[in-house]
Nanobody
Framework: QVQLVESGGGLVQAGGSLSLACAASGRTSSTYAMGWFRQAPGKEREFVASISYNGKSTNYADSVKGRFTISRDNAKNTVSLHMNSLQPEDTAVYFC?????????????????WGQGTQVTVSS
């Protein structure tokens, strides 16, 4: 089992920055790929970014490419999402997820563990 706890959400003005963190605990979390997803009210959960088990491979949704950066520190069992140039359309609950695989995936159903989510609100 892997437990995931997100933190760092909040309210920010458009154009601002915010960093999210995901603390992982449990067995072999450092050998799992990690991902960030988000879900806005009335919308489906969507892929934001993923990172491989060793941090050497990352993938981003087109909507956040160039603005968001995913990283991980396996020594601390943490995954981060640094978000720049935030826009109102980035407003959502952001979820951290772990996948029992070396590499990430785009679909939420391919992840095995989920955090409870953290709210990010971007005001215009």
């Amino acid at each position: 089992q892997v437990q995931l706890v997100e933190s760092g959400g909040g309210l920010v003005q458009a154009g601002g920055s915010l960093s999210l963190a995901c603390a992982a605990s449990g067995r072999t979390s450092s050998t799992y790929a990690m991902g960030w997803f988000r879900q806005a009210p009335g919308k489906e959960r969507e892929f934001v970014a993923s990172i491989s088990y060793n941090g050497k491979s990352t993938n981003y949704a087109d909507s956040v490419k160039g603005r968001f950066t995913i990283s991980r520190d396996n020594a601390k069992n943490t995954v981060s999402l640094h978000m720049n140039s935030l826009q109102p359309e980035d407003t959502a609950v952001y979820f951290c997820a772990a996948r029992r695989s070396f590499y990430g995936a785009l679909r939420a159903r391919e992840y095995d563990y989920w955090g409870q989510g953290t709210q990010v609100t971007v005001s215009s």
